[in-house]
């Protein structure tokens, strides 16, 4: 992270002026502990934010426009007006707070005033630890404030999705926005998707780290996946309703009530997709019991058999993911290693001992790049509070 000092004599020279009436805002990253291709599915996720994000310094103009800028692209800065404020795809990074500006008009939260704007993010782009929705984030929560407004986390994960979904044009769930702006320190947030219901569960992993292996392998199957799997789940449910009329989603059955109906999917790669939801949402329950009672042992497995099920059952892993997990395995210490996020690139996340860490991050970034060719990076997390103003 940019020092306070580095950030505000940067925000000075951009902008001019003096520091005076610069405020300090930040939002988290987020990892998703277990609990994947659940969302769509009616099913629980259980993600936790980050110590590391989105920095943010704002401070207001005499006039309606909006300056934006981020340490992170020195290129890619401008100068907006606030009326009339155009979303185009060719905005870069910028999209992500444009379009918040333009939720929050929507909502009838017309801005007072100007403001500049300073990112400075920690979060790798394109990793899946939902850098987007850290911008989207903070810069709503900063503009509310400044605003005078006290802002709803979770109405505020709500606006910055639908400013994501129909400004962005990408169809994301709120997982991401929810975990960034309802985050506790060391608590991880058992999440509902279709309902909102939610609760923090305690997530204190003691001698053990949470360390994250970035790929570095680009996601370009995410995508079409995503669509393609979410399309199989929905048939799914249309084939189950034979035993169980009114079925919304798979997240209704338990894994007893799926393997008694599954003889009524015919196709076998549908069957699979399905198996997959109904147990990962049971392992998300779980997992959530061997937390609370302290069992790390417990959660580790079930993090390995997450990542079985992504990779055998559901498809969404590939090579490079593999190859991390299966490697993090084999180091003493680790006690579960899987996938996080859509696949096909990304991000693993590990549970692994303290006094190991070194030695996982030698050894994993050997062997995955022997395995793939690609050198990964490696971050060792820990559990932070959601979007918040620095400085109180």
């Known amino acids: 992270m940019?020092?306070?000092e580095e950030l505000i004599?940067?925000?000075?020279?951009?902008?001019?002026?003096?520091?005076?009436?610069?405020?300090?805002?930040?939002?988290?990253?987020?990892?998703?502990?277990?609990?994947?291709?659940t969302d769509y599915n009616g099913g629980p996720v259980f993600p936790a934010a980050l110590t590391f994000g989105t920095s943010l310094l704002i401070r207001p103009r005499t006039d309606r426009r909006i300056g934006l800028a981020s340490l992170?692209?020195?290129?890619?800065?401008?100068?907006?007006?606030?009326?009339?404020?155009?979303?185009?795809?060719?905005?870069?990074?910028?999209?992500?707070?444009?379009?918040?500006?333009?939720?929050?008009?929507?909502?009838g939260i017309r801005l007072s005033r100007g403001y500049d704007l300073l990112y400075h993010g920690e979060i790798p782009n394109g990793a899946g630890l939902s850098s987007s929705a850290s911008i989207e984030v903070v810069t709503a929560y900063a503009l509310l404030v400044m605003e005078g407004h006290e802002p709803d986390p979770v109405r505020l994960a709500q606006w910055c999705q639908h400013a994501e979904n129909e400004f962005v044009g990408v169809r994301c769930?709120?997982?991401?926005?929810?975990?960034?702006?309802?985050?506790?320190?060391?608590?991880?947030?058992?999440?509902c998707c279709d309902t909102l219901e939610y609760r923090h569960v305690p997530c204190r992993t003691g001698e053990y780290r949470l360390v994250?292996?970035?790929?570095?392998?680009?996601?370009?199957?995410?995508?079409?996946?995503?669509?393609?799997?979410?399309?199989?789940?929905?048939r799914a449910v249309l084939m189950l309703r034979a035993a169980r009329p009114g079925l919304r989603f798979l997240a209704e059955l338990t894994p007893d009530e799926f393997r008694a109906a599954e003889h009524l999917i015919g196709?076998?790669?549908?069957?699979?997709?399905?198996?997959?939801?109904?147990?990962?949402?049971?392992?998300?329950?779980?997992?959530?019991?061997?937390?609370?009672?302290?069992?790390?042992?417990?959660?580790?497995?079930?993090?390995?058999?997450?990542?079985?099920?992504?990779?055998?059952?559901?498809?969404?892993?590939?090579?490079?993911?593999d190859a991390m997990a299966a490697a993090a395995r084999d180091v003493p210490g680790v006690l579960g290693s899987r996938m996080t996020g859509a696949g096909f690139g990304g991000c693993?996340?590990?549970?692994?001992?303290?006094?190991?860490?070194?030695?996982?991050?030698?050894?994993?970034?050997?062997?995955?790049?022997?395995?793939?060719?690609?050198?990964?990076?490696?971050?060792?997390?820990d559990i932070g509070d959601g979007v918040r103003r620095l400085g109180e």
């Open 267 to 321: 196709d076998e790669t549908v069957r699979r997709r399905a198996r997959h939801v109904v147990e990962e949402c049971e392992r998300v329950l779980r997992s959530v019991e061997a937390l609370e009672k302290g069992d790390l042992a417990a959660f580790g497995s079930l993090m390995n058999a997450s990542h079985d099920s992504l990779r055998d059952l559901y498809e969404v892993t590939g090579p490079e993911l």
């Open 212 to 234: 994250i292996g970035n790929t570095n392998k680009k996601r370009g199957l995410a995508d079409s996946k995503y669509n393609e799997r979410r399309a199989e789940c929905e």
């Open 2 to 4: 940019a020092r306070a």
């Open 9 to 37: 004599r940067e925000f000075v020279r951009r902008y001019g002026g003096d520091e005076a009436g610069i405020r300090a805002y930040r939002a988290p990253g987020r990892v998703n502990l277990i609990g994947e291709h």
């Open 348 to 381: 693993t996340v590990s549970l692994v001992h303290r006094d190991a860490v070194d030695r996982f991050i030698g050894e994993v970034g050997a062997r995955y790049r022997e395995a793939t060719g690609l050198t990964a990076d490696f971050y060792v997390a």
């Open 72 to 107: 992170n692209f020195p290129q890619a800065a401008g100068e907006f007006a606030l009326d009339g404020l155009a979303v185009r795809r060719e905005d870069d990074w910028m999209i992500y707070p444009k379009a918040v500006i333009r939720e929050l008009d929507l909502r």
């Open 173 to 191: 769930g709120i997982m991401d926005q929810f975990a960034v702006a309802n985050g506790k320190k060391d608590h991880a947030i058992l999440l």
